[in-house]
Protein backbone atom coordinates (compact mmCIF):
# COMPACT_ATOMS: atom_id res chain seq x y z
CA UNK A 1 0.00 0.00 0.00
CA UNK A 2 1.31 3.13 -1.12
CA UNK A 3 0.82 5.90 1.43
CA UNK A 4 0.97 10.12 1.05
CA UNK A 5 1.57 12.07 3.98
CA UNK A 6 -0.36 15.15 4.61
CA UNK A 7 1.68 18.30 3.79
CA UNK A 8 2.29 18.67 7.40
CA UNK A 9 3.61 15.85 7.95
CA UNK A 10 5.85 16.13 5.45
CA UNK A 11 7.25 19.27 7.20
CA UNK A 12 7.48 17.72 10.73
CA UNK A 13 9.73 14.57 8.63
CA UNK A 14 12.16 17.13 6.66
CA UNK A 15 12.49 19.28 9.69
CA UNK A 16 13.65 16.48 11.82
CA UNK A 17 15.89 15.19 9.13
CA UNK A 18 17.32 19.04 8.93
CA UNK A 19 18.04 18.90 12.52
CA UNK A 20 19.82 16.00 13.21
CA UNK A 21 22.30 16.47 10.60
CA UNK A 22 22.98 18.85 11.84
CA UNK A 23 22.82 18.23 15.86
CA UNK A 24 22.51 15.50 18.35
CA UNK A 25 20.59 17.47 20.73
CA UNK A 26 17.45 15.70 21.57
CA UNK A 27 14.37 16.94 19.80
CA UNK A 28 10.45 17.24 20.43
CA UNK A 29 7.81 17.82 17.31
CA UNK A 30 4.24 18.87 18.78
CA UNK A 31 1.23 17.40 16.88
CA UNK A 32 -2.29 18.26 17.95
CA UNK A 33 -4.06 14.91 18.83
CA UNK A 34 -5.19 13.64 15.12
CA UNK A 35 -2.58 14.96 13.76
CA UNK A 36 -1.26 11.61 12.80
CA UNK A 37 1.89 11.09 14.93
CA UNK A 38 1.70 7.38 13.94
CA UNK A 39 2.96 8.21 10.14
CA UNK A 40 5.38 10.87 10.90
CA UNK A 41 7.23 7.92 12.88
CA UNK A 42 6.54 5.27 10.23
CA UNK A 43 8.20 7.66 7.69
CA UNK A 44 11.15 8.42 9.80
CA UNK A 45 11.51 4.95 10.83
CA UNK A 46 11.21 4.17 6.93
CA UNK A 47 13.69 6.69 5.79
CA UNK A 48 16.40 5.56 8.53
CA UNK A 49 19.28 3.71 7.34
CA UNK A 50 19.98 2.32 10.76
CA UNK A 51 17.96 0.52 13.34
CA UNK A 52 15.67 2.23 15.11
CA UNK A 53 13.77 1.81 18.21
CA UNK A 54 10.82 3.60 18.53
CA UNK A 55 8.80 3.50 22.40
CA UNK A 56 5.53 3.94 23.61
CA UNK A 57 4.05 3.97 27.08
CA UNK A 58 1.43 1.61 26.76
CA UNK A 59 0.58 -1.55 24.02
CA UNK A 60 -2.55 0.05 22.94
CA UNK A 61 -0.07 3.02 21.49
CA UNK A 62 3.06 0.22 20.38
CA UNK A 63 0.60 -1.60 18.93
CA UNK A 64 -0.81 1.41 16.81
CA UNK A 65 2.17 2.85 15.86
CA UNK A 66 2.87 -1.02 14.71
CA UNK A 67 0.30 -1.48 12.80
CA UNK A 68 0.82 1.79 10.75
CA UNK A 69 4.23 0.92 9.74
CA UNK A 70 3.69 -2.41 8.92
CA UNK A 71 0.17 -1.58 6.65
CA UNK A 72 2.78 0.07 4.22
CA UNK A 73 4.48 -3.52 3.41
CA UNK A 74 7.48 -3.11 5.59
CA UNK A 75 8.54 -4.99 8.57
CA UNK A 76 9.32 -4.65 12.29
CA UNK A 77 9.52 -6.42 15.25
CA UNK A 78 7.65 -5.91 18.16
CA UNK A 79 8.90 -6.17 22.00
CA UNK A 80 6.00 -5.85 24.70
CA UNK A 81 4.83 -7.84 26.83
CA UNK A 82 1.60 -6.70 26.77
CA UNK A 83 1.39 -8.17 22.92
CA UNK A 84 3.08 -11.30 23.89
CA UNK A 85 6.49 -10.24 21.22
CA UNK A 86 9.77 -9.58 22.52
CA UNK A 87 11.95 -9.40 19.50
CA UNK A 88 14.30 -7.37 18.46
CA UNK A 89 15.55 -8.89 15.19
CA UNK A 90 14.20 -6.47 12.44
CA UNK A 91 15.71 -2.83 11.56
CA UNK A 92 12.62 -1.02 13.34
CA UNK A 93 11.22 -2.15 16.54
CA UNK A 94 7.78 -0.89 18.29
CA UNK A 95 8.64 -1.36 21.95
CA UNK A 96 6.84 -0.41 25.42
CA UNK A 97 9.14 1.22 27.58
CA UNK A 98 8.24 -0.91 30.78
CA UNK A 99 9.14 -3.92 28.92
CA UNK A 100 12.13 -2.71 27.20
CA UNK A 101 13.17 -1.23 30.64
CA UNK A 102 13.46 -4.54 32.20
CA UNK A 103 15.66 -5.95 29.41
CA UNK A 104 17.86 -3.90 28.68
CA UNK A 105 20.80 -6.15 28.47
CA UNK A 106 19.17 -7.63 25.21
CA UNK A 107 20.23 -3.86 23.69
CA UNK A 108 23.68 -5.15 22.93
CA UNK A 109 23.20 -3.38 19.03
CA UNK A 110 24.06 0.38 17.70
CA UNK A 111 20.44 2.17 17.17
CA UNK A 112 21.24 5.35 15.33
CA UNK A 113 17.43 6.64 16.37
CA UNK A 114 14.99 6.70 19.07
CA UNK A 115 11.62 7.69 18.89
CA UNK A 116 9.89 8.24 22.04
CA UNK A 117 5.56 8.63 21.68
CA UNK A 118 4.06 10.98 24.28
CA UNK A 119 7.00 11.89 25.41
CA UNK A 120 5.76 14.36 27.75
CA UNK A 121 6.06 11.21 29.96
CA UNK A 122 9.98 11.32 29.99
CA UNK A 123 11.33 13.37 33.22
CA UNK A 124 14.67 13.28 32.40
CA UNK A 125 16.37 11.29 35.27
CA UNK A 126 18.73 8.29 34.39
CA UNK A 127 16.95 6.43 36.89
CA UNK A 128 13.34 6.34 34.91
CA UNK A 129 12.60 3.57 32.69
CA UNK A 130 13.17 5.99 29.70
CA UNK A 131 16.54 6.59 31.03
CA UNK A 132 17.25 3.01 31.36
CA UNK A 133 16.71 2.63 27.46
CA UNK A 134 18.70 5.95 26.64
CA UNK A 135 21.50 4.66 28.75
CA UNK A 136 21.37 1.21 27.45
CA UNK A 137 21.50 2.30 23.24
CA UNK A 138 23.91 4.94 24.54
CA UNK A 139 26.39 2.61 25.27
CA UNK A 140 26.55 1.30 21.88
CA UNK A 141 26.20 4.53 20.19
CA UNK A 142 27.02 7.67 22.26
CA UNK A 143 25.78 9.71 19.36
CA UNK A 144 22.18 8.27 19.71
CA UNK A 145 19.72 10.74 18.28
CA UNK A 146 16.38 11.23 20.41
CA UNK A 147 13.32 12.23 18.83
CA UNK A 148 9.95 12.93 21.08
CA UNK A 149 6.34 13.53 20.06
CA UNK A 150 3.87 14.73 21.60
CA UNK A 151 0.66 16.76 21.66
CA UNK A 152 1.31 18.26 25.24
CA UNK A 153 4.89 19.44 25.82
CA UNK A 154 3.43 21.69 28.84
CA UNK A 155 2.31 20.38 32.05
CA UNK A 156 1.46 22.95 34.96
CA UNK A 157 3.36 19.94 37.31
CA UNK A 158 6.21 18.91 35.22
CA UNK A 159 6.83 22.10 33.07
CA UNK A 160 7.97 22.34 29.72
CA UNK A 161 9.59 18.89 28.21
CA UNK A 162 12.08 21.01 26.22
CA UNK A 163 14.15 24.18 26.67
CA UNK A 164 13.90 26.03 23.61
CA UNK A 165 11.69 26.68 20.71
CA UNK A 166 12.27 26.85 16.95
CA UNK A 167 10.51 30.49 17.13
CA UNK A 168 13.16 32.24 18.91
CA UNK A 169 11.80 31.65 22.71
CA UNK A 170 12.69 29.71 26.21
CA UNK A 171 10.54 27.51 27.65
CA UNK A 172 12.05 24.99 29.63
CA UNK A 173 14.93 24.85 31.87
CA UNK A 174 17.99 24.29 30.56
CA UNK A 175 17.90 20.13 31.65
CA UNK A 176 14.30 19.95 30.42
CA UNK A 177 14.89 16.64 29.00
CA UNK A 178 14.89 17.59 25.50
CA UNK A 179 16.73 20.22 23.97
CA UNK A 180 15.25 21.98 21.04
CA UNK A 181 10.96 22.00 20.16
CA UNK A 182 12.25 21.65 16.20
CA UNK A 183 8.19 21.28 14.81
CA UNK A 184 4.76 22.71 16.08
CA UNK A 185 1.31 22.78 14.42
CA UNK A 186 -1.17 24.53 16.07
CA UNK A 187 -4.37 23.25 16.62
CA UNK A 188 -6.13 26.19 14.98
CA UNK A 189 -4.51 25.04 11.47
CA UNK A 190 -6.14 21.46 11.60
CA UNK A 191 -9.13 22.62 12.94
CA UNK A 192 -9.46 25.47 9.69
CA UNK A 193 -7.91 22.56 6.93
CA UNK A 194 -10.58 20.14 8.05
CA UNK A 195 -8.33 17.31 9.90
CA UNK A 196 -10.30 18.23 12.87
CA UNK A 197 -13.91 18.74 14.00
CA UNK A 198 -14.69 22.75 14.68
CA UNK A 199 -15.35 23.18 18.02
CA UNK A 200 -18.84 25.17 18.78
CA UNK A 201 -18.36 26.88 22.28
CA UNK A 202 -20.77 28.17 24.21
CA UNK A 203 -20.92 30.56 27.00
CA UNK A 204 -22.93 29.12 29.59
CA UNK A 205 -25.65 31.70 30.39
CA UNK A 206 -26.41 30.04 33.50
CA UNK A 207 -25.36 29.53 36.61
CA UNK A 208 -21.55 28.06 36.77
CA UNK A 209 -18.98 27.21 39.50
CA UNK A 210 -16.29 29.35 41.00
CA UNK A 211 -13.99 27.23 41.88
CA UNK A 212 -11.51 30.59 41.79
CA UNK A 213 -12.44 31.36 45.24
CA UNK A 214 -10.34 28.57 46.71
CA UNK A 215 -7.02 28.20 47.68
CA UNK A 216 -4.54 26.54 45.28
CA UNK A 217 -1.02 25.23 44.98
CA UNK A 218 1.55 26.35 43.02
CA UNK A 219 0.59 24.36 40.07
CA UNK A 220 -2.54 26.21 40.56
CA UNK A 221 -4.84 22.82 41.88
CA UNK A 222 -7.24 22.86 43.95
CA UNK A 223 -7.41 19.60 46.40
CA UNK A 224 -10.84 17.32 46.58
CA UNK A 225 -11.67 18.39 49.90
CA UNK A 226 -12.12 22.15 49.23
CA UNK A 227 -13.72 21.44 45.79
CA UNK A 228 -16.19 18.87 47.78
CA UNK A 229 -17.22 21.53 50.30
CA UNK A 230 -17.80 23.99 47.57
CA UNK A 231 -19.72 22.01 45.57
CA UNK A 232 -21.67 20.59 48.39
CA UNK A 233 -23.36 24.27 49.07
CA UNK A 234 -23.72 24.14 45.03
CA UNK A 235 -26.20 21.50 44.68
CA UNK A 236 -28.56 23.20 42.93
CA UNK A 237 -26.18 24.95 40.70
CA UNK A 238 -25.26 21.17 39.59
CA UNK A 239 -28.57 20.03 39.48
CA UNK A 240 -29.15 23.31 37.16
CA UNK A 241 -25.95 22.67 34.83
CA UNK A 242 -26.92 19.07 34.15
CA UNK A 243 -30.74 19.87 33.46
CA UNK A 244 -29.02 22.53 30.52
CA UNK A 245 -26.55 19.63 29.50
CA UNK A 246 -29.48 17.52 28.57
CA UNK A 247 -31.59 20.63 27.24
CA UNK A 248 -28.35 20.61 24.96
CA UNK A 249 -27.54 17.18 24.29
CA UNK A 250 -30.83 16.34 22.58
CA UNK A 251 -29.22 16.86 19.13
CA UNK A 252 -25.98 15.04 20.00
CA UNK A 253 -24.82 11.85 19.70
CA UNK A 254 -22.14 11.33 22.47
CA UNK A 255 -21.83 13.63 25.55
CA UNK A 256 -18.42 13.58 27.72
CA UNK A 257 -19.00 15.18 31.04
CA UNK A 258 -15.83 16.46 33.10
CA UNK A 259 -16.22 16.05 36.97
CA UNK A 260 -14.54 17.70 39.42
CA UNK A 261 -14.08 15.28 42.63
CA UNK A 262 -15.45 11.42 42.60
CA UNK A 263 -18.53 12.46 44.56
CA UNK A 264 -19.07 15.43 42.43
CA UNK A 265 -19.47 12.54 39.86
CA UNK A 266 -21.40 10.32 41.30
CA UNK A 267 -23.92 12.99 42.23
CA UNK A 268 -23.88 14.34 38.47
CA UNK A 269 -24.57 10.85 37.01
CA UNK A 270 -27.60 10.60 39.58
CA UNK A 271 -29.23 13.01 37.45
CA UNK A 272 -28.52 11.68 34.08
CA UNK A 273 -30.96 9.25 32.76
CA UNK A 274 -29.46 5.82 34.47
CA UNK A 275 -29.25 3.43 31.80
CA UNK A 276 -27.72 5.75 29.35
CA UNK A 277 -24.98 6.78 31.40
CA UNK A 278 -21.49 5.83 32.75
CA UNK A 279 -18.81 6.97 35.14
CA UNK A 280 -15.27 6.01 35.22
CA UNK A 281 -12.62 7.23 37.50
CA UNK A 282 -9.11 6.40 38.48
CA UNK A 283 -11.00 3.62 41.04
CA UNK A 284 -12.39 1.40 38.13
CA UNK A 285 -10.83 -1.45 37.26
CA UNK A 286 -9.74 -1.70 33.65
CA UNK A 287 -11.72 -4.45 33.05
CA UNK A 288 -15.16 -2.41 34.00
CA UNK A 289 -13.14 0.54 31.88
CA UNK A 290 -12.89 -1.35 29.28
CA UNK A 291 -16.30 -2.26 29.30
CA UNK A 292 -18.02 1.03 29.57
CA UNK A 293 -15.53 2.70 26.17
CA UNK A 294 -16.67 -0.04 24.17
CA UNK A 295 -20.65 0.56 25.18
CA UNK A 296 -19.81 4.19 24.63
CA UNK A 297 -18.39 4.16 21.58
CA UNK A 298 -21.16 1.76 20.38
CA UNK A 299 -23.24 4.69 21.63
CA UNK A 300 -25.55 2.51 24.06
CA UNK A 301 -24.71 4.37 26.40
CA UNK A 302 -24.52 8.27 25.65
CA UNK A 303 -23.22 10.34 29.05
CA UNK A 304 -20.11 9.54 30.28
CA UNK A 305 -18.91 11.05 33.28
CA UNK A 306 -14.90 10.83 34.55
CA UNK A 307 -13.01 12.33 36.79
CA UNK A 308 -9.38 12.99 35.58
CA UNK A 309 -8.53 9.91 33.55
CA UNK A 310 -9.80 10.70 29.83
CA UNK A 311 -7.87 13.48 29.25
CA UNK A 312 -5.50 11.36 27.19
CA UNK A 313 -5.08 8.57 25.05
CA UNK A 314 -9.04 8.04 24.71
CA UNK A 315 -10.90 8.50 21.11
CA UNK A 316 -14.28 8.28 20.89
CA UNK A 317 -14.53 10.21 17.54
CA UNK A 318 -18.63 10.44 17.59
CA UNK A 319 -18.28 12.32 20.77
CA UNK A 320 -20.05 15.92 19.93
CA UNK A 321 -20.42 17.56 23.39
CA UNK A 322 -17.78 18.55 26.13
CA UNK A 323 -19.22 19.57 29.26
CA UNK A 324 -16.68 21.06 31.83
CA UNK A 325 -17.65 20.72 34.89
CA UNK A 326 -14.23 21.02 36.75
CA UNK A 327 -11.29 23.72 36.95
CA UNK A 328 -8.44 23.45 34.44
CA UNK A 329 -5.67 24.88 36.14
CA UNK A 330 -3.77 25.72 32.48
CA UNK A 331 -4.62 25.97 28.20
CA UNK A 332 -2.95 23.18 27.42
CA UNK A 333 -5.31 20.88 29.82
CA UNK A 334 -8.38 22.43 28.45
CA UNK A 335 -7.03 22.01 24.87
CA UNK A 336 -6.35 18.51 25.78
CA UNK A 337 -10.35 18.23 27.09
CA UNK A 338 -11.69 19.76 24.60
CA UNK A 339 -9.82 17.83 22.30
CA UNK A 340 -11.73 14.69 22.80
CA UNK A 341 -14.58 16.18 21.30
CA UNK A 342 -12.79 17.59 17.61
CA UNK A 343 -12.33 14.25 15.87
CA UNK A 344 -13.57 13.65 12.57
CA UNK A 345 -16.75 11.16 12.08
CA UNK A 346 -19.20 10.83 10.04
CA UNK A 347 -22.14 12.91 10.29
CA UNK A 348 -20.54 15.27 13.30
CA UNK A 349 -20.56 18.72 11.83
CA UNK A 350 -19.33 20.47 15.27
CA UNK A 351 -18.52 19.85 18.53
CA UNK A 352 -20.54 21.63 21.32
CA UNK A 353 -17.92 22.70 24.09
CA UNK A 354 -19.57 24.23 27.33
CA UNK A 355 -17.59 25.46 30.23
CA UNK A 356 -19.64 25.30 33.16
CA UNK A 357 -16.92 26.42 35.56
CA UNK A 358 -15.69 29.59 34.74
CA UNK A 359 -12.14 28.50 33.68
CA UNK A 360 -12.19 31.30 30.97
CA UNK A 361 -9.74 30.05 28.64
CA UNK A 362 -10.01 30.01 24.89
CA UNK A 363 -9.32 26.92 22.83
CA UNK A 364 -6.63 28.85 20.35
CA UNK A 365 -4.88 30.75 23.72
CA UNK A 366 -1.32 30.15 23.12
CA UNK A 367 0.12 28.22 26.44
CA UNK A 368 1.20 30.72 28.53
CA UNK A 369 2.87 28.40 31.05
CA UNK A 370 2.39 29.36 34.20
CA UNK A 371 -0.72 29.65 36.76
CA UNK A 372 -3.17 32.15 35.40
CA UNK A 373 -3.35 34.53 39.04
CA UNK A 374 -6.83 35.74 37.95
CA UNK A 375 -9.77 34.47 36.05
CA UNK A 376 -9.67 37.80 33.88
CA UNK A 377 -5.99 37.14 32.89
CA UNK A 378 -5.42 36.93 29.18
CA UNK A 379 -2.51 36.11 26.94
CA UNK A 380 -1.00 39.30 26.60
CA UNK A 381 1.94 40.01 24.16
CA UNK A 382 4.77 42.12 25.88
CA UNK A 383 7.80 43.37 23.96
CA UNK A 384 11.32 42.54 25.42
CA UNK A 385 12.56 46.67 26.31
CA UNK A 386 15.84 44.84 25.71
CA UNK A 387 16.22 42.30 23.00
CA UNK A 388 12.67 43.49 21.34
CA UNK A 389 11.31 39.53 21.66
CA UNK A 390 7.72 39.34 21.66
CA UNK A 391 6.92 37.29 25.24
CA UNK A 392 3.39 35.95 25.23
CA UNK A 393 2.54 36.62 29.33
CA UNK A 394 -0.77 36.37 31.40
CA UNK A 395 -1.76 40.25 31.60
CA UNK A 396 -4.64 42.08 31.86
CA UNK A 397 -6.09 44.52 29.37
CA UNK A 398 -8.82 47.53 29.10
CA UNK A 399 -11.90 47.48 26.93
CA UNK A 400 -10.04 49.03 24.20
CA UNK A 401 -7.40 46.32 24.45
CA UNK A 402 -4.88 48.55 25.88
CA UNK A 403 -2.36 46.37 27.81
CA UNK A 404 -2.48 47.35 32.08
CA UNK A 405 -0.88 44.98 34.06
CA UNK A 406 1.13 41.62 33.27
CA UNK A 407 2.77 39.03 35.06
CA UNK A 408 5.67 38.07 32.60
CA UNK A 409 9.43 37.69 34.99
CA UNK A 410 11.99 37.84 32.46
CA UNK A 411 12.01 37.78 28.64
CA UNK A 412 12.00 34.53 26.73
CA UNK A 413 13.58 35.46 23.86
CA UNK A 414 16.92 33.73 22.88
CA UNK A 415 20.06 35.66 21.66
CA UNK A 416 22.76 34.50 19.56
CA UNK A 417 25.88 34.07 22.25
CA UNK A 418 28.27 34.82 19.38
CA UNK A 419 29.76 31.62 19.63
CA UNK A 420 27.01 29.36 18.21
CA UNK A 421 24.96 28.76 21.36
CA UNK A 422 21.60 30.30 21.99
CA UNK A 423 20.81 31.84 25.75
CA UNK A 424 17.92 33.37 27.38
CA UNK A 425 17.94 37.07 27.25
CA UNK A 426 18.85 38.40 30.46
CA UNK A 427 16.50 41.80 30.50
CA UNK A 428 13.85 40.45 33.79
CA UNK A 429 10.88 42.86 33.92
CA UNK A 430 10.37 41.74 37.56
CA UNK A 431 12.92 40.79 39.58
CA UNK A 432 14.84 40.40 43.13
CA UNK A 433 18.32 42.53 43.74
CA UNK A 434 21.06 40.47 45.35
CA UNK A 435 21.83 42.49 48.25
CA UNK A 436 25.50 41.71 47.96
CA UNK A 437 26.46 41.44 44.20
CA UNK A 438 23.66 43.40 42.73
CA UNK A 439 22.73 41.07 40.44
CA UNK A 440 19.11 40.55 39.45
CA UNK A 441 17.27 37.45 40.68
CA UNK A 442 13.74 35.99 40.29
CA UNK A 443 11.59 37.05 42.02
CA UNK A 444 10.86 33.82 43.92
CA UNK A 445 14.40 32.81 43.97
CA UNK A 446 16.25 32.12 47.42
CA UNK A 447 19.62 31.56 46.15
CA UNK A 448 21.38 34.16 43.80
CA UNK A 449 22.32 32.62 40.71
CA UNK A 450 25.80 34.67 40.49
CA UNK A 451 27.32 34.52 43.71
CA UNK A 452 25.12 32.19 45.50
CA UNK A 453 24.58 34.08 48.77
CA UNK A 454 21.07 33.38 50.14
CA UNK A 455 18.68 36.26 49.05
CA UNK A 456 16.89 37.81 51.69
CA UNK A 457 13.00 37.02 52.15
CA UNK A 458 10.93 40.07 52.47
CA UNK A 459 8.34 38.64 54.38
CA UNK A 460 10.95 37.87 56.88
CA UNK A 461 12.14 41.71 56.37
CA UNK A 462 8.32 43.00 56.68
CA UNK A 463 7.79 40.58 59.95
CA UNK A 464 10.54 42.18 61.73
CA UNK A 465 9.43 45.64 60.65
CA UNK A 466 6.00 45.18 61.88
CA UNK A 467 7.20 43.68 65.29
CA UNK A 468 9.26 47.12 65.86
CA UNK A 469 7.82 50.05 67.78
CA UNK A 470 9.68 52.70 65.70
CA UNK A 471 9.09 51.25 62.51
CA UNK A 472 6.61 51.93 59.66
CA UNK A 473 5.70 49.90 57.22
CA UNK A 474 3.43 51.36 53.79
CA UNK A 475 1.21 49.12 51.91
CA UNK A 476 2.24 51.05 49.00
CA UNK A 477 -0.36 52.04 46.61
CA UNK A 478 1.41 54.75 44.59
CA UNK A 479 4.33 57.62 44.33
CA UNK A 480 4.04 60.71 43.50
CA UNK A 481 7.20 62.93 42.21
CA UNK A 482 7.67 66.63 42.31
CA UNK A 483 10.77 69.04 42.21
CA UNK A 484 11.51 71.04 45.33
CA UNK A 485 14.46 73.69 45.40
CA UNK A 486 16.86 73.46 48.19
CA UNK A 487 20.16 75.00 48.60
CA UNK A 488 19.34 76.63 45.11
CA UNK A 489 19.25 73.16 43.48
CA UNK A 490 16.82 71.18 42.27
CA UNK A 491 16.21 68.33 44.60
CA UNK A 492 13.54 65.40 43.48
CA UNK A 493 11.16 64.44 46.43
CA UNK A 494 9.05 61.69 45.82
CA UNK A 495 6.44 60.57 48.51
CA UNK A 496 4.43 57.14 49.04
CA UNK A 497 0.97 56.44 50.02
CA UNK A 498 -1.02 53.70 51.32
CA UNK A 499 -4.32 52.85 51.28
CA UNK A 500 -5.11 54.90 54.23
CA UNK A 501 -3.45 57.90 53.04
CA UNK A 502 -0.51 57.34 55.16
CA UNK A 503 2.69 58.54 53.99
CA UNK A 504 6.39 59.02 53.89
CA UNK A 505 9.32 60.63 51.54
CA UNK A 506 12.45 60.78 50.32
CA UNK A 507 14.64 63.11 48.55
CA UNK A 508 16.98 62.52 45.65
CA UNK A 509 19.72 64.63 44.47
CA UNK A 510 20.09 64.09 41.06
CA UNK A 511 22.22 67.16 40.36
CA UNK A 512 25.30 65.13 40.75
CA UNK A 513 26.63 61.38 39.61
CA UNK A 514 26.09 59.50 42.74
CA UNK A 515 22.47 60.80 43.51
CA UNK A 516 22.11 59.70 40.22
CA UNK A 517 23.29 56.29 40.15
CA UNK A 518 21.05 55.90 43.53
CA UNK A 519 18.18 57.03 42.02
CA UNK A 520 18.58 55.17 39.04
CA UNK A 521 19.57 51.79 40.11
CA UNK A 522 15.82 52.00 42.16
CA UNK A 523 13.89 53.04 39.07
CA UNK A 524 15.41 52.99 36.03
CA UNK A 525 15.13 49.15 35.07
CA UNK A 526 11.48 48.74 35.95
CA UNK A 527 8.87 50.48 34.18
CA UNK A 528 4.89 50.78 33.79
CA UNK A 529 3.54 48.94 30.72
CA UNK A 530 3.42 50.43 27.97
CA UNK A 531 6.65 52.09 28.47
CA UNK A 532 10.58 51.45 28.33
CA UNK A 533 12.84 51.62 31.24
CA UNK A 534 14.50 54.59 31.33
CA UNK A 535 17.51 56.43 32.55
CA UNK A 536 16.87 59.27 34.45
CA UNK A 537 19.12 62.21 34.69
CA UNK A 538 17.05 64.80 36.15
CA UNK A 539 14.31 65.87 38.77
CA UNK A 540 12.25 67.69 36.15
CA UNK A 541 12.57 64.74 33.35
CA UNK A 542 11.45 62.29 36.18
CA UNK A 543 8.73 64.77 37.50
CA UNK A 544 7.04 65.07 34.16
CA UNK A 545 7.43 61.18 32.88
CA UNK A 546 6.38 60.05 36.64
CA UNK A 547 3.41 57.89 35.24
CA UNK A 548 6.17 55.40 34.10
CA UNK A 549 7.63 54.63 37.27
CA UNK A 550 7.04 51.50 39.13
CA UNK A 551 6.08 52.28 42.87
CA UNK A 552 7.64 49.68 45.45
CA UNK A 553 5.14 46.94 47.15
CA UNK A 554 5.86 47.78 50.78
CA UNK A 555 7.96 50.61 51.91
CA UNK A 556 9.64 50.09 55.42
CA UNK A 557 10.59 53.37 57.31
CA UNK A 558 12.32 53.95 60.60
CA UNK A 559 11.75 56.88 63.09
CA UNK A 560 14.36 58.91 63.73
CA UNK A 561 14.71 61.63 65.68
CA UNK A 562 16.42 64.41 63.32
CA UNK A 563 14.04 63.90 60.66
CA UNK A 564 10.92 61.81 61.31
CA UNK A 565 10.11 58.64 59.30
CA UNK A 566 12.96 58.04 57.49
CA UNK A 567 12.71 55.20 54.40
CA UNK A 568 14.91 51.94 55.49
CA UNK A 569 13.79 49.89 52.76
CA UNK A 570 11.52 49.57 49.58
CA UNK A 571 10.20 46.05 48.55
CA UNK A 572 9.90 46.21 44.78
CA UNK A 573 7.88 43.49 42.61
CA UNK A 574 6.87 41.85 46.03
CA UNK A 575 5.56 38.25 46.15
CA UNK A 576 4.88 36.52 49.80
CA UNK A 577 2.55 36.53 52.31
CA UNK A 578 1.51 39.82 52.75
CA UNK A 579 -0.91 41.52 51.03
CA UNK A 580 -0.60 44.06 48.27
CA UNK A 581 -1.98 47.58 48.01
CA UNK A 582 -5.10 47.22 46.06
CA UNK A 583 -5.36 43.37 46.64
CA UNK A 584 -8.81 41.94 47.98
CA UNK A 585 -7.18 39.04 49.50
CA UNK A 586 -3.97 37.26 49.07
CA UNK A 587 -4.13 34.85 46.26
ZN1 LIG B 1 14.66 40.19 25.69
ZN1 LIG C 1 24.58 37.89 44.27
Known amino acids: MKYSLRPYQQEAVERTVKHFRASQDAAVIVLPTGAGKS ?3 AELARIAKQKVMVLAHVKELVEQNAEKFISFGLKASIFSAGLKQKSLQQQVTFASVQSLARHTDKLNEHYSLLIIDECHRVNGESTSQYGQVINALKKYNP ?10 PFRMAMGWVYHQHYHGLVRGNADAPFKKCIYELPLRYMIKHGYLTKPYEVDAAISHYDFSSLPSDSFGRYSPADMNTLLKNNTRATQTIINHVLEYSQTRQGVMIFAATVMHAQEITHYLPQEQTAIITGDTVNNERDRIILAFKQKKIKYLVNVSVLTTGFDAPHVDYIAILRPTESVSLYQQIVGRGLRLSEGKEDCLVIDYAGNGFDLFYPEVGSKKAASDNEPVQVLCPGCGFANIFWGKTDEQGKLLEHFGRRCQGLLDDGEGEQIQCDYRFRFKECEHCGEQNDIAARQCHHCNAVLADPDDKLRAALNLKDALVLRCSGLHAEVINAHKQPLLKISYFDEDGA ?45 QLVAPDFVIARKSKQYGWKIADKLFDYQGHFRKANQLSRD
Do not use: D, M
Open 39 to 41: LVI
Open 143 to 152: ALKVLGLTAT
Open 503 to 547: SCEEVFNLTNKTGRFIFNKQYSQRAQPGYNPTQWHSAEQVVECQQ
